[in-house]
């Protein structure tokens, strides 16, 4: 498992689609991860500081989290099936206090935009695979890849 | 508090915004609801049976919220303030057993987009106060509301 942190957001201009950039602490390889248009507005308006004053999905999913007594522990892009990627969120059970009882932890199936949503709003740490890591990475020794983001903001703005 | 169901989602032309129609039960007074484009997407897909092979954030809720042993009981959309609408999603703790413990049930601060969709997604009743019934309905005698239906879904392949 190799951390990542998010790098930026860009847009693939063949398709219109945009793609959110991690990075490979520690290293210069990223993983490109193509997601949804509605889960991109979100994350860009975490890394710009926006907030909203009602609480979008992702914000009703974590205080139903917090208020079942659970907390995110970390996500991990694990694998890709049919171009597809796939994500874990991990939720720690706060009520179960012995590290040793399997119900300390749980895992969910996820989209990486969500995981990726969830990680970021709650500040938890994002895992990629030793597979994904090995295999789907790119080095990355160009300039910083915000020289999108204006064309980014001016998508999003037209959804 | 007044039962209600999802009649239609239309589109408001003005301002090309979606709009979801609540139906009184029992009732021809209806309530519109202005909705994000996104969340549009999400009922559409409900209303009209597409699936979708990963989960979409509201499934990664649910499967949350059912993996953290609740489950949604119902939803109320319960007051307008400055043209915003309100709703609560309230969640059934399944490990008490006694209707009597005061954690029996937990409520969550929602918007009614969130709700109504977790609502359909969990065949649960969703309620209206009676404030917004007796303030904020309208009467509705008209022909089906689907008339729009195929312009509202043009606006959704769109995004």
Same mark, same amino acid.
């Given at each position: 498992?190799? =951390?990542? =942190? @998010? ?25 490109? $991860? ?44 694990? =694998?890709? @099936? ?7 969120? $991990? ?8 590290? #040793? ?24 740490? $994002? ?22 983001? #204006?064309?980014?903001?001016?998508? $999003?703005?037209?959804?």
């Amino acid at each position: 498992m190799k =951390k990542v =942190k @998010v790098e930026s957001l860009v847009l693939d201009k063949l398709n219109n689609s945009p793609v959110v950039i991690l990075k490979v602490e520690g290293t210069k390889k990223i993983l490109p $991860i193509w997601i949804g248009a509605c889960e991109a507005s979100v994350i860009a308006m975490i890394l710009e500081n926006v907030s909203f004053e009602r609480p979008l999905t992702h914000d009703l999913l974590l205080s139903m989290v917090e208020g079942l007594e659970s907390k995110v522990e970390k996500v991990l892009i694990n =694998k890709i @099936v049919d171009s597809t990627y796939y994500a874990k969120v $991990i939720l720690r059970d706060l009520t179960v206090t012995e590290e #040793e009882n399997e119900g300390y932890f749980l895992e969910f199936d996820a989209r990486p935009s969500d995981a990726i949503i969830l990680a970021l709003k709650t500040n938890s740490p $994002i895992y990629i695979s030793n597979e994904l890591y090995n295999t789907y990475t790119l080095q990355y020794d160009g300039e910083s890849m915000d020289n999108d983001s #204006e064309e980014f903001r001016k998508f $999003i703005e037209n959804l």
